[in-house]
Structures are given as structure tokens and as C-alpha cells.
């Protein structure tokens, strides 16, 4: 166990519709990142934020956001879903740096199935 | 380009087998980190080991050891005396300055082993 949590474990739903991720880190880490696994794109890095900053972004589509609240969850919130952004999406945690050079553990991942 | 190329797409082999997952980088930042990730069939994925740039030592936990060879920017890691439970999907990742001059992690494809019994 990470000590990353992650809810819900699967979702399942339709094109057009709109749905939210969450992501607690680990206790005491201020950086959370969100990848997202499908079986055409691999491991991709999507965005990062640190102690409630945008910090990095990668290759997340202007339909997807994400924030980081007082309490350091994040939620990542996808929109106007298509069948293509069916995927395992995985947040991460790290600890004071902020930096992606420090080790990131992984929560067990949200499946998104857009039907 | 900055990548992280693991050319083994898959590799099957019979418990107690030694074997060896390839991980080949490129990148231009002088400084960087390396890492192994282990993805088990239940989907986690699990930190195996973090590496700089600066320190070539090879590195040894258990059945696991990592070779860092920066002369031909590899990162192999190799099992020794494999178990069914070593049946996963590993992934190389490698932290690098995206075009934004931010940093990122990015991993390569994955290699999947298959231990049998």
C-alpha cells in the first residue's frame, strides 16, 4: 500500500458526460501528479500540482482540468468524454520538493470506461 | 528526442531462470533520475528504485539489481531466480525537462515478463 488513495476504483459512463477523479497523497507529500495509461498512448504524464499551485503540465486536452484544495487532495474533472479517454488514470504523490525527480508512489488507479 | 526505449515487448520465462529487462534513454539534461516501476496484473503501480545520474553504482536488493551504464545511457534490471510473482508489466521512467523547461516523468512502453511454473 502507497499510502495514495484513490476514488472511485471504476466508473463507468457515456459519451458527452462529465465525471471527477480524486486523489488523496500520501501524508505529508505537496505534490500530486495525474497520468493517465491507455493501451495505444502507454504512461502519460498529464499535469502536477504542488501545495495547491499548478506546478507542470504535460499532455492533458483543454477538456480535462484539475485543482488542488487546502487540504492537498486533488481531483482531476473530465469532460464532453469520449470513447478514446477510456483508461486507467493514475494519481502520484511526492514529498517536499516539488520536483518530479523525487520518487512518486502511485494510488491503485481510477478505470474510466466511456461506453 | 528525450525517450525512455524498452525494446522487450514481452519475455516468457520458467521459474528460477535469471532475466534481464532492458531500459535505454536519451535525453539532454545533465542531471537526471532514473527509476523502475513495477505494474502487477492487479493494476498498482509499485516503486522498485530511484538512480541519479551521478551515481553509476550498480545496486542490489534481494533478486533484484539494477545496472546503470551512462556511457551507453542503459538502466537494466535484472531478477535473478525468478518467481510466478514476478509476473508483471515494468516500466523505466526517467525524469526529464520538457520543452516548458518544467520536468516530468516519462516512461517507456513496458516490457511484460511471464514467470512459469
Known amino acids: 500500500d502507497s499510502g495514495v488513495t484513490q476514488t472511485p476504483k471504476h466508473l463507468i459512463t457515456a459519451t458527452g458526460q462529465r465525471v471527477t477523479l480524486r486523489c488523496s497523497p500520501r501524508?505529508?507529500?505537496?505534490?500530486v501528479y495525474w497520468y493517465q495509461q491507455s493501451l495505444d498512448q502507454g504512461l502519460q504524464f498529464l499535469i502536477q500540482?504542488?501545495?495547491?499551485?499548478?506546478?507542470a503540465k504535460g499532455n492533458i486536452l483543454e477538456r480535462f482540468s484539475a485543482q488542488q484544495f487546502p487540504d492537498l487532495h486533488s481531483e482531476l474533472n473530465l469532460s464532453s468524454l469520449e470513447l478514446g479517454d477510456s483508461a486507467l488514470y493514475f494519481c502520484?504523490?511526492?514529498?517536499?520538493?516539488?520536483?518530479?525527480?523525487?520518487?512518486?508512489?502511485f494510488g491503485p488507479g481510477t478505470r474510466l470506461t466511456v461506453l | 528526442a528525450q525517450k525512455v526505449t524498452q525494446a522487450q515487448t514481452e519475455i516468457s520465462v520458467v521459474e528460477k531462470e535469471d532475466v534481464t529487462l532492458d531500459c535505454v534513454y536519451e535525453?539532454?539534461?545533465?542531471?537526471?533520475?532514473l527509476f523502475w516501476y513495477k505494474q502487477p496484473p492487479s493494476g498498482e503501480l509499485v516503486f522498485l528504485i530511484r538512480?541519479?545520474?551521478?551515481?553509476?553504482q550498480n545496486e542490489i536488493s534481494g533478486r533484484y539489481s539494477w545496472n546503470f551504464q551512462k556511457s551507453t545511457s542503459s538502466f537494466n534490471f535484472t531478477i535473478t531466480a525468478s518467481q510466478v510473482v514476478d509476473s508483471a508489466v515494468y516500466f523505466c521512467a526517467l525524469s526529464l525537462t520538457m520543452d516548458t523547461g518544467r520536468r516530468a516523468l516519462t516512461f517507456g512502453s513496458g516490457t511484460r515478463l511471464q514467470v512459469q511454473p
Open positions: 500540482y504542488y501545495n495547491g499551485e499548478e506546478r
Open positions: 501524508s505529508g507529500d505537496l505534490s
Open positions: 535525453t539532454r539534461d545533465t542531471t537526471y533520475y
Open positions: 538512480r541519479n545520474s551521478f551515481d553509476e
Open positions: 502520484a504523490s511526492s514529498g517536499s520538493s516539488g520536483l518530479p525527480t523525487d520518487t512518486q508512489y
